[in-house]
């Protein structure tokens, strides 16, 4: 699996399990709903560490709890 399938993933999974819409977490955490969902949609192949920080600070969480998933431990490494 791609980072960026495997990010998509765990925000849907987020959403999923907070009962929260993507629009609801772009507004949660301070992004536009675009970059949101250009996160989602595999559109923004490498978002920024910045943008990834947001949205675990939107969301409560560390960088490790967001990263701590299984979803994260066979990612292709892409050049």
């Known amino acids: 699996m791609k980072i960026c399938e495997a990010m998509s993933k765990k925000l849907l999974k987020i959403c999923d399990e907070r009962g929260i819409s993507v629009n609801k977490l772009a507004n949660i ?3 536009t709903q675009s970059t ?3 996160i989602i949609e595999c559109n923004s192949v490498n ?3 910045l943008t990834i920080v947001r949205i675990c600070d939107g969301l409560n969480m560390t ?3 967001f990263f701590s ?5 066979n990612i ?3 050049d």
């Open 29 to 31: 955490c301070c992004l």
């Open 36 to 38: 949101v969902q250009n």
């Open 47 to 49: 978002p920024k560490l």
């Open 63 to 65: 960088l490790e709890e």
């Open 69 to 73: 998933d299984e979803l994260f431990s």
């Open 76 to 78: 292709d490494r892409e």
